[in-house]
Every structure is written in C-alpha cells, then in structure tokens.
C-alpha cells in the first residue's frame, strides 16, 4: 500500500510562472489536506478537501492559489504568477475512516 | 487563535544520553496533540499520538505526555542514538476534530556519536 505521494519532489519556477503540485492519496483515503512550510517557519494548514470538495480553505491565502481534488486523479495545489515568497515546502497529507493522517515527503518550490 | 511553541529551537546531546523536548499550546481546549519527526528533505512521520483524554503515550523509547489543562506536552527520548536526530514537530487539533493540525516550529535535534 503506497503512502501518499507527491510530485514533482522539486520544482523551479521563475516569477510570474505558474506552479502545479501534485497528491495521490493513500489507497482508500478520501481526505486530503495542504500544508505549506516556509523557511524557518512552522508548517501551516492551507485547504482540506474531499473528493470534488472543498471543506476548509481557512489558510489559503486569498489570490493566486487553489486547490482541487476532483473525483478521479490526484489533488492539485495550483500557484498562479508565482513570487519569491511563495518558495517552500508544500506536504500534503491524507485520512481515510480511521482518521489517522499520513502526510508525503513534500513539494519543494523554488521561485528565482 | 492556537499557538504552538517548542523548546529548545535545536539540542545536540552526546549518545546515549536520555533527552526532553517541550511542547506549549495557548489554547487548552485540543482534540489530541501529535509529535511527529522530520528528517531533513523528508515528509513527517507521526509518532505518538495523545488523544485530550490521556496523559501519556508510550513507543519503544519514546514516551509523550500531555498537560492539558496547563497547556503542555513532553517527548521523552531514553539511550539517544545517532538516528535519532532529526527535528521534532509537535502538532494539535482542536476539539472540532478536524484534521487542522496546528503545529510547532520544531526542535532540531543531533545525537553526537
């Protein structure tokens, strides 16, 4: 049973380029969420989403970024004009009915 | 608005020497709190997790503890090892359940051989 898995692992972007994050959850997990983790900083919730559903986007910053997970595929974490200060790591984690959450090994963005 | 605060920022400790990582949280009012490690270019691994009602949680050589009402938490580390560094991320959710995880800054920590 493969964990969650994100791609691309590592990615450059220049400024005003868009960004695209990719999340396979866990086999049977329908939950998934976004966290983003800038440099010396703490992880942060960004968005909660069900299969075509968003639950929670309370840390979705306002413009540029969004989320889906539709009903077949992966979820994406979609940066549009991407700037400097969008550089991080970006996890995304899923649950399933246990409610146990298994987080990726992360996205890393880099904006030059 | 939760906070979660972890202390020290970084540890080095020769081997074998037994540790404690501290957990703070301003608001008491948590659906459980998870300690995960995370290694560097690496995803979190959760592992121990102290659901409201408990006070403690056992794995091998970790043991957490949970303060509620305080507002604190431990992660115990007996006879360190070297592949025990890593930076420790302390996590709670609120009493809603939901999977919001509000989470520390971490704590670096290096085992010395």
């Known amino acids: 049973n493969a964990g969650v898995m994100q791609n691309p692992r590592h990615l450059v972007r220049r400024r005003g380029q868009e960004a695209r994050l990719r999340c396979s959850p866990m086999?049977?997990?329908?939950?998934v969420y976004w966290y983003r983790q800038l440099p010396e900083e703490g992880l942060k919730f960004m968005v909660y989403?069900?299969?075509?559903?968003?639950?929670?986007e309370s840390g979705m910053p306002k413009e540029r970024f969004s989320a889906e997970f539709p009903k077949e595929g992966p979820s994406i974490l979609r940066i549009q004009q991407v700037v400097r200060g969008d550089s991080a790591a970006y996890f995304c984690?899923?649950?399933?009915?246990?409610?146990?959450?298994?987080f990726g090994e992360g996205s890393w963005l880099t904006v030059v | 608005k939760q906070e979660v605060t972890q202390i020290p920022a970084a540890l080095s400790v020769p081997e074998g020497e037994n540790l404690v990582l501290n957990c703070s949280f301003t608001?008491?009012?948590?659906?459980?709190l998870q300690w995960f490690r995370q290694d560097p270019g690496k995803g979190l691994t959760s592992l121990l997790l102290?659901?409201?009602?408990?006070r403690e949680q056992t794995s091998g050589r970790l043991n957490a503890s949970l303060d509620k009402s305080s507002g604190r938490s431990t992660l115990y580390i007996a006879a360190s090892q070297p592949g025990d560094s890593a930076t420790y991320l302390c996590?709670?959710?609120?009493?809603?359940?939901?999977?919001?995880?509000?989470f520390g800054t971490g704590t670096r920590l290096t085992v010395i051989p």
């Open positions: 984690a899923s649950s399933g009915p246990g409610n146990t959450i298994y």
């Open positions: 086999k049977g997990h329908s939950h």
């Open positions: 989403l069900q299969k075509e559903n968003i639950i929670d």
């Open positions: 608001d008491s009012a948590i659906y459980n």
């Open positions: 102290i659901q409201s009602s408990q």
């Open positions: 996590a709670v959710t609120d009493q809603t359940g939901a999977n919001n995880l509000f």
